[in-house]
């Protein structure tokens, strides 16, 4: 397999007028094509921190991330935007859907942000409706789905234009645990059939029977 995400000595410090705290002390991690892994901890253990400097969203205070075989410690702008864009997905245990788009047009106007257009992200917002088993309720309003076909739609925008890593923070604290599961299922058959690196921070003991591997974060360390 190749690695396709990786962070090296990745320290992040948030301060607050005298207050300095260290949530990532000195963090080294891979993740390769076509592997699931779970990132678990404690609250307050800095894994959803690290989730969002692996995705771009957070700058190290040190240290750097590879996506991509691109840097983008120093990565700004426009920049940062294209590699996100272009590389990753992202998926949160809120949904996040627009109100007034259907299932199908909440994927395409994803689309549309990474520069798709027309009848191309139609039908790319198509394929991966379909994939993700909503073919039949692409054209329901968030309000009309349950929750766990919300969080499915949500996961199509992820899959959406074929980013290599998705990244995914707590995708079934909003769900039963049967929901949970058969969105679980879902996520290794498209990760393993799409050769997609998938990194989930949890705290669901499920992700485990899904997971390749377990990291897990204390303390602002990855244990040994």
Known sequence: MTTILSARHVEKRFTEGRQSVDVLKGIDF????????????????????????????????SGHVVIDGQIIDSGRGR????????SLGFVFQQFNLFPSLTAAENVEYALNVKGWRGNEARLEAERVIKAVGLDERKKFLPRDLSGGQKQRVAIARALAGNAPILLADEPTANLD????????????????????????????????????????????????
Request: no cysteine; net charge positive; charged share 30%.
């Open 30 to 61: 891979d993740a390769e094509r076509g592997e699931i892994v779970a990132l678990e901890g404690p609250s307050g253990s800095g894994k959803t921190t690290l989730l969002s400097i692996l995705g771009g969203i957070l700058t190290p205070t």
């Open 177 to 224: 645990s049967i929901v949970g599961m058969q969105v679980l299922e879902m996520f290794r058959s498209l990760a393993k059939k799409e050769n997609r690196a998938l990194v989930i921070v949890t705290h669901d003991p499920k992700v485990r029977d899904i997971a390749d591997r377990v990291v897990k974060i204390h303390d602002g360390r990855l244990a040994a």
């Open 79 to 86: 920049e940062l935007a294209a590699i996100r864009r272009r």
